[in-house]
Structures are given as C-alpha cells and as structure tokens.
C-alpha cells in the first residue's frame, strides 16, 4: 500500500488529505496489530494457498475501497474498508518471507533474505512515484484500481511456487519464541525507529532549508535509491555468516557515521546527496536480522514468527516518524537525526558485547525439499565461510 493512495483517496473522496492519513495509518496499524495472529493462522495451513487467499481477499476490499472512494462515500465507511484492507495484508511479508524455505535452494537461502529485502526496499521506493504518476494521468481512482490489480497478479503467481505444508501439531518448536529471535525483533525495531526519525525529519528539513516541504517525495526518494545500493551490494555479493553480532555492530556503527552528513548540509543540493548515503546500511541489517531468524526457525512457525519481526519494524518505524515531531518542538530539525546516530551507536555497542559473550559454533541438520545436504557438508562449508543456515536445524553454542 502507499501512502500516498490514501491520501490522495482522502483528498478525493472527503476533500482532506489528512484524513487520507488517517485511513492509511489504520491500515498500517491493523496490518502490523494483526501480523502475528495472521502469520499463526498462515502456519496451521498450507502456506501458498493460505498467502493466495491474503491476496484475493486484500484486492476484494481494495476493490471496495475503490468503488467507495469513486462514489465519494462517508468517511466511516473509508475507515471500515481501510480496517477490513490492514486485517487481510496482515501477516503477508511474514508468509513470502517463510515461503523462501520451498522457493530457493538451502544453499542460497541466506543470500535470498537479503534479495527478498532489497525487493521491498524498491517497491516502498517504487510506489509512491507509481501512484504519483498513474494519479496525476488518469486520476485517484484509476491509482487505486491499479493497486487492487497488483493483488490479484501476486495471487496468480503464487502458483509458481510449490506448496508448504503446515507444521505437525507435535512439533514444540514451531512458532516458539526463543530469547536470539526476541532480540533479534528488539534490535530490528529499534532500527526501524532510528531511521523512521530520519526519514520522517526530510519535510521538516526542507522547510528549514528554504523550500517547500512538498518537494520532500523526491528527497525520500533518493532515501530509497540509497537504500536499494545498499541492498544490491548484499545480494550479489554474500557477506559472512560468522559472528554476525559483530557484523551487525560494525553495519550499524557505519550506519551512524552515514547519517551525520546529512545533519551538516546547508543546502538543498548538499542535503539530498547525503541521503544517498545515509540509507545505506538498512538492507543489509534488515536482510542480516532475517537470514539470523530464519537460522534459528525449524521447517514450521515460521510465518507467526516473521510476522512478529515485521510487526516489530513497523511499529519502530510509525513511533520514530511520530517522535519526529515531537523533538521539533525542543530541538532544530537538522539536529533530530543526531538522535538515530546516538541510537545506532549505542546498538553497535551492545552488539559488540554479545558478540564477544556469545561464541557461534553452529551444528545443522538439514531437511528440506531439495536434496538433502549433509551435516559435515555443512560444516565444511561454515569453517571456508560460505555456509547458509538450512531451514531446520539444531543450534549449539559454545560460549
């Protein structure tokens, strides 16, 4: 979804772009308060069928909410489209996340997280400047139709992907939160607020450079293009499985030093080549926070689980663009983003710490639907540093 939609879908319908807002924060909202039920009913079912039926449902109400919106109908009934809309999509990034177990082989499903990150980061990028497009030539309506088609084009190539069977009611560990993977979701929000304080701080600054802030989906823009650099390097080129607390320290210590640069910036010029830079490291920490759950996850659960992660990010993000606001009215915005930089570093030192307590000495039995890979393979391949997790496993650490 865009946000953009809604707010143009608001203009359109309830002449009020902040009431497009609303419905597209209740959307978001519901979708995230909703994932983790969602991704469990996902895991008690097949899973491809399960995400085709998300995707039919969510192109049924977004059919609706485009008819409503064509008939300029009553704001409550926008907001109970846009409430049905959030509890269907619900859950979804979580299933195509845990789908990549039957999708790629088990050799390359630590590189597929990364991929499967950089092809959200485009589409978030891609979106608005779609919806941007399509509305200014042939209307909001025509926007929001499109939307609904996309829904039913992912149904329809779910296809192509084979089936998941759902866990075994026997099975413990399915779905079973561990302290590695409530940490990993802790840091994967933590990192979504820091840069949802960026990120929502651009209008701000452009105001405060001396131009409108409507030119700010341009300049969030280029966050994405940054951001999708970033993801590109990652996933051509595979970064180390070993001691990834350590990476993680060292990706989001980078990740500070590149935002600074962008507080320094006097001009509009300046300033939007340093948001180039400044999204650099949010692929690759996101594609790292998902390649280390799923190394912790058994064949099954795994939907409710990056569910819960993706929930976690979301509402990071919503909370850093909210708190955004709120520290404009105690500090300049040039000075808001120092606090993702404090944030970031303050991470990267407790990433440091577990890392030197923590030791990783990984032993893996894989099962999946491609041929089988067996154990001394595997430890081969994670003493020469090419390993990737296998889909099920058992984790022992030496400390």
């Not at 400047?129 to 996309?150: D, H, N």
């Not at 060292?250 to 600074?260: D, E, N």
């Not at 570093?345 to 491609?370: D, H, M, Q, W, Y």
Request: hydrophobic share 55%; charged share 10%.
């Amino acid at each position: 979804m865009s946000l953009l939609a809604f707010q143009l879908a608001g203009l359109y319908a309830v002449h009020s772009i902040a009431r497009g807002a609303e419905l597209a924060g209740i959307a978001a909202f519901t979708a995230g308060a909703a994932g983790p039920l969602r991704g469990a009913w996902l895991d008690r079912r097949e899973m491809r069928g399960g995400l085709q039926l998300s995707c039919y449902a969510a192109a049924l109400f977004m059919g609706l909410f485009t008819v409503a919106v064509a008939a300029k109908a009553p704001f409550l009934v926008l907001l109970t489209l846009a409430i049905l809309l959030g509890l269907s999509i619900g859950g979804i990034w979580g299933g195509f996340r845990a789908l990549l177990l039957n999708s790629v082989p088990p050799a390359l499903l630590r590189r597929a997280h990364f991929v499967e990150s950089l092809s959200t980061e485009i589409g978030y990028g891609l979106g608005p400047l779609a919806v941007t497009l399509i509305a200014a030539l042939a209307g909001v309506v025509v926007a929001l139709t499109v939307m609904t088609a996309v829904f039913i084009c992912a149904a329809v190539m779910l296809r192509q992907v084979a089936p998941l069977a759902p866990g075994k009611r026997s099975d413990r560990r399915a779905g079973r939160l561990t302290v590695p993977i409530v940490f990993i979701c802790a840091v994967g929000g933590f990192q979504s607020f820091g840069f949802g304080l960026v990120e929502g701080n651009v209008p701000s600054r452009m105001a405060e450079l001396g131009h409108s802030a409507d030119a700010a989906g341009v300049f969030l823009a280029l966050l994405s293009v940054g951001s999708v650099i970033g993801g590109l390097i990652v996933s051509f080129v595979p970064i180390s499985t070993r001691r990834p607390a350590l990476l993680g320290a060292g990706l989001f210590a980078l990740f500070a030093v590149l935002i600074i640069p962008s507080t320094l910036a006097t001009s509009v010029l300046t300033f939007g080549s340093t948001l180039l830079f400044a999204s650099l490291m949010l692929v690759p920490l996101s594609g790292l926070a998902a390649a280390e759950i799923e190394a912790q996850l058994g064949d099954h659960g795994r939907g409710r689980i990056f569910a819960i992660f993706i929930g976690a990010v979301q509402v990071g993000g919503g909370l850093g663009v909210a708190v955004n606001g709120v520290l404009q009215s105690y500090i300049e915005p040039s000075e808001v983003p120092l606090v993702s930089v404090g944030l970031f570093a303050v991470i990267a030192l407790v990433l440091v710490v577990v890392g030197l307590l923590i030791g990783r000495n990984t032993t893996i039995e894989v099962s999946s639907p491609f041929d089988e890979i067996s154990a001394a393979e595997s430890t081969l391949a994670a003493a020469t540093d090419r390993a990737s997790i296998g889909p099920t496993q058992r984790i022992t650490e030496e400390k």
